[in-house]
């Protein structure tokens, strides 16, 4: 399988235990992939590709994931508005819990990394975002010569184009830059 990922842009967040679920529970990863280490660094999380083909070298690179490792409250039941006049009652403290939180969020660069098996490992992102009940995973990619777009939302796959627009900066004069040739200030 071939693939290249264009444009990549998450916002997803689910618990870090769902993701640790996912991995031990030995997903059908891409044939390019033979396992994914999972590794912790403080607040950073790093899934990496671990090759399946002998022939990538051992100094390359593979693509990892990269998501940052958050603590929030989780209420079992909606706390009150703030606000809201209260006379008289003593207040109950609302059941709750700190769960971490995996945030694959930002663009190619920030949530997927390196280019060896870049391809593959976004489609392990895919079945991740699947399981993501909060954020938006989107993408252009291409595989076998064709473009595909990618539209995920809370867990749930949706319609998704690609729309090829005219580049405003290409074309026509006076396109507003600076002509760095001819800058007098530019020696």
Request: charged share 30%.
């Amino acid at each position: 399988m071939s693939g290249r990922v264009y444009r990549l842009h998450s916002t997803l967040e689910l618990p870090l235990e769902d993701v640790m679920e996912f991995f031990e529970n030995d997903p059908e990863l891409p044939p390019e992939v033979e396992d994914v280490e999972v590794t912790r660094r403080n607040n950073t999380l790093i899934l990496k590709a671990v090759a399946a083909d002998d022939n990538l070298s051992k100094y390359t690179p593979t693509a990892q994931l990269k998501a940052s490792v958050t603590e929030n409250r989780v209420y079992e039941e909606e706390p009150p508005r703030a606000g809201a006049p209260r006379w008289g009652e003593e207040e109950e403290e609302i059941p709750s819990e700190l769960v971490e939180f995996a945030c694959f969020k930002g663009d190619r660069e920030t949530v997927l990394q390196n280019t060896a098996l870049q391809y593959p490992m976004f489609l392990v992102l895919q079945e991740i975002a699947k399981i993501a009940e909060k954020g938006t995973l989107t993408a252009i990619t291409e595989s076998d010569d064709e473009l595909h777009a990618t539209r995920i939302v809370e867990g749930e796959e949706r319609p998704a184009t690609i729309e090829v627009v005219e580049n405003p900066s290409k074309g026509g004069s006076g396109s507003g830059g600076v002509n760095w040739r001819d800058n007098k200030f530019i020696s």
